[in-house]
């Protein structure tokens, strides 16, 4: 082969490898893995709190530290919700957002954003096998793990026509008996939160326009409801 040659093969091979990397690079991006980089070095750096507890979540655990700030403040309650993620895209970001803090407790809460094909058509299966993943990962690092249920939806307003509500109900069973299964915390919003048609009730909990987000008489709900789960959590042996 001549120096040309080789010259050539190297040259493709290095445009592939740097395709990768943007590709990479992209999928980072993508996943807002560094949103928090700032905020966890600045923990990793303080005094460790005896009773850190991670929220893991989306746009509805994201939007609780707006509507309540006061119950993430000085709680020892940490809020890493990223709006519109999927359950992939939390994997992706499971280490740094939440076992490099090293909590006692990690309070998932993920489905709806794969639901709504966020990121794709997601069969229920595949969302709970990927909510299942966090909590393994969650336990084998000595993290105590709450999951939440998946909140009633009968309609999302930026993806209309996707009917949820019957899949929100198989995923929560699927959520629950896996829970039971491996000792873990099913933490059950949707029981408190849903109305007759299965949907978030208006104007209750959530506004008429929204139907997915609480309103801050939905999140004083579930925070009562948290509290409960994270102190039986910190409790068991």
């Known amino acids: ?37 700032e905020a966890n070095l600045k923990l990793s750096k303080g005094p460790a709190d005896d009773n850190r507890v991670v929220f893991m979540g989306d746009s509805i655990t994201e939007g ?8 993430f403040e000085g709680s020892g309650y940490i809020n890493r919700g990223i709006g519109g993620q999927t359950t992939p895209q939390m994997l992706l970001r499971f280490r740094p957002d939440v076992i490099e803090l090293e909590p006692k407790v990690v309070v998932i809460l993920a489905g709806t954003n794969d639901l709504a094909g966020n990121t ?22 000595g993290i105590r793990v709450i999951i939440a249920s998946v909140l009633p939806a009968i309609d999302f307003p930026w993806k209309s026509g996707l009917e949820p509500a019957s899949k929100i109900v198989k995923l929560n069973l699927m959520l629950q008996l896996y829970a039971q ?11 408190s939160l849903v109305d007759e048609e299965g949907g978030l009730k208006v104007p209750e909990y959530t506004a008429a326009d929204d139907l997915v987000h ?7 709900v579930m925070e009562k409801l948290a509290n409960q789960a994270i102190q039986a959590a910190l409790a068991a042996k």
């Open 1 to 37: 082969m001549t120096f040309k040659n080789v010259f050539s093969v190297l040259t493709v091979l290095a445009m592939s490898i740097q395709g990768s990397k943007s590709l990479a690079q992209d999928w980072r991006s993508f996943a807002n893995v560094d949103r928090y980089a």
């Open 64 to 71: 609780w530290g707006y509507f309540d700030p006061e119950f």
């Open 120 to 141: 794709g058509v997601t069969d229920v299966q595949t969302i709970a096998d990927n909510i299942m993943s966090m909590s393994e990962i969650a336990d084998h690092n």
């Open 181 to 191: 299964e491996h000792n873990f915390i099913y933490l059950d919003y949707y029981s």
């Open 214 to 220: 609480p309103n801050k008489v939905g999140y004083v």
